[in-house]
């Protein structure tokens, strides 16, 4: 759901997909801040936004769009 | 012990078993069997994180760490070669630019079987973004070959199904692949106890890969260790030449004159 822009101070919420499931995050939010949020700060992971590799140096400069698909991993074991 | 090291994309390694980090009951007994091992590449999978999982639940890496291990991504549970490409680019960035991988790309999920189409489709793309592929493929001696044509740095052709423990069921396949590609042949799947892994390395195989064997035996840490001597023993076998197997040789080991009468 998206409230269009209005005066200053209105709350913009935007959805973006993330492993497969669509959650609500206030905007602006940048990767990094996503990754806080989720408890991941700490973790070894990977991500991708839209098909595309997000290095981890960028994790800060990029922000959340409405309509995003990302997928976050890490590493498990396998064979 | 005779200087006998293995390479792999110029790479040296001195353990030629390989082995995966999968089914292991806790991440104890993952480090134990590991370790028992001996083996210097181990495979991981890429999953998606949790989202609300226990935060303070231990990372694999953390155990495993990639100082300590060459750690090999795969591909496991992709069926296509888009789905293999995207995942090992995830794991190129997880670990910091450590482009060797493990590509694989089953063709149904009851038989595991490769599909060997989407796999050369997914090489071509991964070779050409700069990946070193270490391609899982089934035991045709032509894809191996075309494998090899398109850069991958290691052919790991399957003894059997995955996670079948049923061994070398084709040696001639795996002999037909070893006259036929100059890069490492590590067998990986079907391996399901010790002289499976020896039987491959007599055969001439450069390495054997295996996880299930290891995980899936009521020891995992005496199996790993059984599996890194069965690798020795077999790679030594080889290096040492069998002697010809014959119907019949006419030739005891004993002397035949000086009998008693």
Known sequence: MRILP????ELIVISVSINGSTQHFEHPLSIAE?????????KRIALERNGEIVPRSQFSQQHLAHGDKLEIVVAVGGG | MINDPLIIAGKTYHSRLLVGTGKYKDFAETKAAVEASGAEII???????????NPNEPNLLEILPPAKYTLLPNTAGCYSADDAVRTLRLARELLDGHSLVKLEVLGDPQSLYPNVVETLSA???LVKEGFQVMVYTSDDPIIAKQLEDIGCVAIMPLASLIGSGMGILNPWNLQLIMERVQVPVIVDAGVGTASDAAIAMELGCHGVLMNTAIAAAKNPV???SAMKLAVEAGRAA????RMPKKLYSGAPSSPTSGLIS
Not at chain 1, 6 to 9: E, G, R
Not at chain 2, 43 to 53: C, E, K, P
């Open chain 1, 6 to 9: 209005q005066p200053d101070n």
């Open chain 1, 34 to 42: 996503l990754i806080q949020k989720m408890a991941l700060g700490d």
């Open chain 2, 43 to 53: 495979t991981i999978a890429i999953r998606r994180s949790n989202i609300g999982q």
């Open chain 2, 123 to 125: 090489a071509k793309t």
């Open chain 2, 222 to 224: 005496l199996m790993a």
């Open chain 2, 238 to 241: 080889y290096l040492a030449g």
